[in-house]
């Protein structure tokens, strides 16, 4: 009987710090950078911020939120236009996969909207959009807390066939 105690000992010795991995709480993230915003219309750029958490190494959350930097001048029949970036937001499900303790690749899928203005020949239109958006990128981190991102997000409006592709490059800091 003694044997068996003591060998159930030092098994949970080596179990507890495995253990202690896989149960510690989820980490937080937030990325600041530039977002390209390639539409049929015009291109855009726009400051874009996010917040996450990862539940695990592979799953996770954020949201996101980018406001314009960037408008497309353009001409119709001589008569000069403009088209401005207002706003946007969204919501992600995120997959990602740690190649090596410092890069990681990952897939995200959600929802966001988007505020577009124009303007042509002094009058304005503004138009919002609800899409659903889905991409991939890579992080790299330079040390344990701060790194680069790259992504590329497709956005499907949900009102209409049109689609906008999305850009990024952004610093990013581990909480």
């Keep these: ?22 149960t510690q709480g989820p ?6 950078g530039y977002s390209q ?3 049929s219309d015009g291109d855009l750029g726009a400051v874009t911020g996010r917040l996450g958490a990862k539940f695990n190494p592979y799953i996770g959350v ?7 930097v960037k408008d ?14 207002q706003y946007d ?15 990681e690749l990952f897939a995200r899928g959600g929802y966001g909207t988007s505020k577009i203005k124009a303007e042509l020949a002094g009058i304005e239109e503004e138009a919002d959009g609800e899409s659903w958006n889905y991409g991939a990128g890579a992080n790299y981190y330079f ?5 680069v991102r790259a992504d590329w997000t497709r ?5 209409s066939d049109v689609e906008a592709d999305v850009y990024s490059v952004s610093y990013v800091r581990r909480f």
């Design 155 to 159: 956005r499907d409006f949900t009102d």
């Design 72 to 85: 497309d001048d353009f001409t119709i029949a001589g008569v000069d236009g403009k088209l401005e970036h």
């Design 37 to 39: 915003l390639d539409h």
């Design 89 to 103: 937001a969204a919501a992600y499900l995120v997959g990602s996969y740690p190649v090596t303790p410092n890069f």
């Design 62 to 68: 954020e949201g996101e939120a980018s406001v314009g």
């Design 27 to 32: 980490t937080y993230y937030g990325t600041l």
């Design 143 to 147: 040390d344990g807390q701060n790194g």
């Design 1 to 22: 009987m003694r044997n068996i105690l003591i060998a159930a000992a030092a098994v949970s010795a080596f179990a507890a710090p495995a253990f202690a991995q896989t």
